[in-house]
Protein backbone atom coordinates (compact mmCIF):
# COMPACT_ATOMS: atom_id res chain seq x y z
CA UNK A 1 0.00 0.00 0.00
CA UNK A 2 2.91 2.31 0.87
CA UNK A 3 4.25 1.29 -2.65
CA UNK A 4 0.87 2.66 -4.22
CA UNK A 5 1.01 5.81 -2.62
CA UNK A 6 4.42 6.58 -3.31
CA UNK A 7 3.98 5.74 -6.98
CA UNK A 8 1.28 7.73 -7.02
CA UNK A 9 3.29 10.48 -5.15
CA UNK A 10 5.64 10.75 -7.90
CA UNK A 11 3.03 11.64 -10.65
CA UNK A 12 3.44 15.32 -11.57
CA UNK A 13 -0.41 16.82 -12.39
CA UNK A 14 0.81 17.53 -15.73
CA UNK A 15 1.25 13.30 -15.62
CA UNK A 16 -1.97 12.67 -13.88
CA UNK A 17 -3.99 14.58 -16.41
CA UNK A 18 -2.14 12.61 -19.36
CA UNK A 19 -2.87 9.21 -17.28
CA UNK A 20 -6.41 10.37 -17.04
CA UNK A 21 -6.82 11.11 -20.61
CA UNK A 22 -5.22 8.37 -21.99
CA UNK A 23 -7.48 6.20 -20.28
CA UNK A 24 -10.76 8.67 -21.16
CA UNK A 25 -9.43 8.40 -24.71
CA UNK A 26 -9.20 4.08 -25.03
CA UNK A 27 -12.82 3.90 -22.95
CA UNK A 28 -14.40 6.34 -26.28
CA UNK A 29 -12.39 4.62 -28.57
CA UNK A 30 -13.79 1.02 -27.30
CA UNK A 31 -17.38 2.52 -27.92
CA UNK A 32 -16.35 2.84 -31.40
CA UNK A 33 -14.68 -0.54 -32.04
CA UNK A 34 -17.28 -2.51 -29.86
CA UNK A 35 -17.98 -5.85 -31.01
CA UNK A 36 -15.49 -5.40 -34.03
CA UNK A 37 -13.87 -8.57 -33.96
CA UNK A 38 -17.58 -10.20 -34.38
CA UNK A 39 -18.79 -7.69 -36.56
CA UNK A 40 -15.78 -8.47 -38.90
CA UNK A 41 -16.53 -11.94 -38.88
CA UNK A 42 -20.05 -10.84 -40.03
CA UNK A 43 -18.86 -9.20 -42.99
CA UNK A 44 -16.57 -12.00 -44.10
CA UNK A 45 -19.40 -14.50 -44.28
CA UNK A 46 -21.73 -12.11 -45.90
CA UNK A 47 -18.62 -10.85 -48.57
CA UNK A 48 -17.60 -14.34 -49.16
CA UNK A 49 -21.90 -15.63 -49.50
CA UNK A 50 -22.13 -12.80 -51.78
CA UNK A 51 -19.26 -13.75 -54.15
CA UNK A 52 -20.00 -17.27 -54.09
CA UNK A 53 -23.62 -16.52 -55.20
CA UNK A 54 -22.28 -13.69 -58.00
CA UNK A 55 -19.98 -16.17 -59.19
CA UNK A 56 -22.56 -18.85 -58.86
CA UNK A 57 -24.86 -16.62 -61.55
CA UNK A 58 -22.67 -15.66 -63.76
CA UNK A 59 -21.22 -19.56 -64.45
CA UNK A 60 -24.89 -21.30 -64.20
CA UNK A 61 -26.52 -18.08 -66.33
CA UNK A 62 -23.93 -15.81 -68.06
CA UNK A 63 -26.21 -14.56 -70.78
CA UNK A 64 -29.24 -14.10 -68.27
CA UNK A 65 -26.53 -11.66 -66.26
CA UNK A 66 -25.04 -9.96 -68.93
CA UNK A 67 -28.58 -9.00 -69.96
CA UNK A 68 -29.63 -7.81 -66.79
CA UNK A 69 -26.68 -6.70 -64.72
CA UNK A 70 -28.47 -4.78 -62.49
CA UNK A 71 -29.60 -8.03 -60.67
CA UNK A 72 -26.73 -7.99 -58.58
CA UNK A 73 -27.63 -5.16 -56.67
CA UNK A 74 -30.35 -6.10 -54.70
CA UNK A 75 -28.24 -9.03 -53.91
CA UNK A 76 -25.47 -7.02 -52.24
CA UNK A 77 -27.98 -4.76 -50.99
CA UNK A 78 -30.04 -7.31 -49.28
CA UNK A 79 -26.55 -8.82 -47.97
CA UNK A 80 -25.23 -4.98 -47.20
CA UNK A 81 -28.54 -4.39 -45.28
CA UNK A 82 -28.28 -7.60 -43.30
CA UNK A 83 -24.58 -6.76 -42.49
CA UNK A 84 -25.89 -3.63 -41.11
CA UNK A 85 -28.57 -4.84 -39.33
CA UNK A 86 -26.51 -7.57 -37.64
CA UNK A 87 -23.15 -5.24 -37.03
CA UNK A 88 -25.87 -2.38 -35.34
CA UNK A 89 -27.60 -5.27 -32.80
CA UNK A 90 -24.06 -6.58 -32.18
CA UNK A 91 -22.01 -3.06 -31.55
CA UNK A 92 -25.07 -2.16 -29.55
CA UNK A 93 -24.68 -5.45 -27.33
CA UNK A 94 -21.00 -5.20 -26.78
CA UNK A 95 -20.82 -0.90 -26.23
CA UNK A 96 -23.23 -1.76 -23.25
CA UNK A 97 -20.25 -3.25 -21.40
CA UNK A 98 -18.40 -0.05 -22.03
CA UNK A 99 -20.68 2.61 -21.80
CA UNK A 100 -24.59 3.03 -20.76
CA UNK A 101 -26.79 5.93 -21.07
CA UNK A 102 -26.41 8.77 -24.00
CA UNK A 103 -22.62 8.21 -24.46
CA UNK A 104 -23.27 4.76 -25.41
CA UNK A 105 -26.04 5.87 -27.78
CA UNK A 106 -24.83 8.61 -29.77
CA UNK A 107 -21.58 6.73 -30.35
CA UNK A 108 -23.45 3.57 -31.61
CA UNK A 109 -25.58 6.17 -33.56
CA UNK A 110 -22.35 7.75 -35.00
CA UNK A 111 -20.90 4.34 -36.28
CA UNK A 112 -23.90 2.92 -38.04
CA UNK A 113 -24.17 6.54 -39.66
CA UNK A 114 -20.98 6.56 -40.91
CA UNK A 115 -21.19 2.75 -42.07
CA UNK A 116 -24.54 3.34 -43.88
CA UNK A 117 -22.69 6.52 -45.54
CA UNK A 118 -20.27 4.17 -46.76
CA UNK A 119 -22.39 1.40 -48.02
CA UNK A 120 -24.49 4.15 -49.76
CA UNK A 121 -21.68 5.44 -51.45
CA UNK A 122 -20.44 1.92 -52.65
CA UNK A 123 -23.85 1.56 -54.50
CA UNK A 124 -24.33 5.26 -55.87
CA UNK A 125 -21.04 5.94 -56.72
CA UNK A 126 -21.05 3.50 -59.57
CA UNK A 127 -24.70 3.88 -60.54
CA UNK A 128 -23.82 8.00 -60.76
CA UNK A 129 -21.19 6.99 -62.95
CA UNK A 130 -23.18 4.91 -65.48
CA UNK A 131 -21.94 1.65 -64.42
CA UNK A 132 -25.00 -0.18 -64.35
CA UNK A 133 -24.65 -1.48 -67.69
CA UNK A 134 -23.75 -4.29 -69.34
CA UNK A 135 -20.34 -3.64 -70.67
CA UNK A 136 -19.16 -2.05 -67.29
CA UNK A 137 -20.86 -4.30 -64.54
CA UNK A 138 -17.65 -6.37 -64.65
CA UNK A 139 -16.08 -3.24 -62.84
CA UNK A 140 -19.02 -2.61 -60.15
CA UNK A 141 -17.43 -5.11 -57.79
CA UNK A 142 -13.90 -3.46 -58.00
CA UNK A 143 -15.23 0.21 -56.98
CA UNK A 144 -17.73 -1.00 -54.75
CA UNK A 145 -14.97 -3.08 -52.65
CA UNK A 146 -12.26 -0.01 -52.90
CA UNK A 147 -14.94 2.31 -51.12
CA UNK A 148 -15.75 -0.52 -48.27
CA UNK A 149 -11.92 -1.37 -48.10
CA UNK A 150 -11.38 2.84 -47.69
CA UNK A 151 -14.22 3.23 -45.39
CA UNK A 152 -12.47 0.34 -42.87
CA UNK A 153 -8.72 2.53 -43.11
CA UNK A 154 -10.82 5.92 -42.42
CA UNK A 155 -12.71 4.13 -39.72
CA UNK A 156 -9.47 2.66 -37.95
CA UNK A 157 -7.29 5.78 -38.90
CA UNK A 158 -9.89 7.57 -36.30
CA UNK A 159 -10.36 4.82 -33.70
CA UNK A 160 -7.87 1.76 -33.84
CA UNK A 161 -4.88 0.66 -36.31
CA UNK A 162 -5.61 -2.58 -36.63
CA UNK A 163 -9.28 -2.08 -38.48
CA UNK A 164 -7.25 0.37 -41.19
CA UNK A 165 -4.74 -2.85 -41.63
CA UNK A 166 -8.08 -5.08 -41.86
CA UNK A 167 -9.10 -3.00 -44.75
CA UNK A 168 -5.86 -3.18 -46.69
CA UNK A 169 -6.52 -7.03 -46.13
CA UNK A 170 -9.52 -7.24 -47.34
CA UNK A 171 -8.40 -4.64 -50.20
CA UNK A 172 -5.61 -7.48 -51.16
CA UNK A 173 -7.82 -10.02 -50.37
CA UNK A 174 -9.80 -8.90 -53.71
CA UNK A 175 -7.61 -7.00 -56.24
CA UNK A 176 -5.08 -9.58 -56.31
CA UNK A 177 -7.74 -12.57 -57.59
CA UNK A 178 -10.13 -10.53 -59.65
CA UNK A 179 -6.53 -9.66 -61.83
CA UNK A 180 -4.70 -12.41 -61.70
CA UNK A 181 -7.40 -15.43 -61.62
CA UNK A 182 -9.71 -14.30 -63.61
CA UNK A 183 -12.71 -16.24 -63.56
CA UNK A 184 -12.19 -18.57 -60.50
CA UNK A 185 -11.43 -15.17 -58.77
CA UNK A 186 -14.96 -14.68 -56.28
CA UNK A 187 -14.53 -17.73 -55.19
CA UNK A 188 -10.81 -17.69 -54.34
CA UNK A 189 -11.87 -13.95 -52.78
CA UNK A 190 -14.73 -15.44 -50.69
CA UNK A 191 -11.83 -17.84 -49.12
CA UNK A 192 -9.71 -15.36 -48.72
CA UNK A 193 -11.96 -13.00 -47.03
CA UNK A 194 -12.86 -15.37 -44.97
CA UNK A 195 -9.32 -16.06 -43.69
CA UNK A 196 -8.55 -12.09 -43.63
CA UNK A 197 -11.92 -11.89 -41.20
CA UNK A 198 -10.76 -14.86 -39.20
CA UNK A 199 -7.24 -13.72 -38.41
CA UNK A 200 -8.19 -10.18 -37.87
CA UNK A 201 -10.91 -11.09 -35.43
CA UNK A 202 -7.92 -12.86 -33.30
CA UNK A 203 -5.70 -10.38 -33.72
CA UNK A 204 -8.36 -8.07 -32.15
CA UNK A 205 -9.66 -10.09 -29.36
CA UNK A 206 -5.72 -10.88 -28.62
CA UNK A 207 -5.46 -7.05 -28.29
CA UNK A 208 -8.55 -6.80 -25.53
CA UNK A 209 -10.32 -4.82 -28.18
CA UNK A 210 -13.94 -6.68 -28.03
Known sequence: MKESD?????????ESWQAIHTTMDRSRNSMYVAGSATILLLWG??????????????????DFMLRNPWLYAPLWGVLAV?????????????????MVGGAMHSAGMRVFLFWLAVVLAAFFIPAAAGMW???????IPRVTLGIVAL?????GIMHRLVIAVV?????VAYY???????????LLTAGAFLIVAALSAAWIRKSGVL
Open 176 to 186: VPSYLAGDAAP
Open 82 to 98: AGMVGSAFIGHRASRKN
Open 133 to 139: TADSAAN
Open 167 to 171: GAGFA
Open 45 to 62: VISALGLTTQYALGTLAP
Open 6 to 14: SELAAFTPQ
Open 151 to 155: GYILF
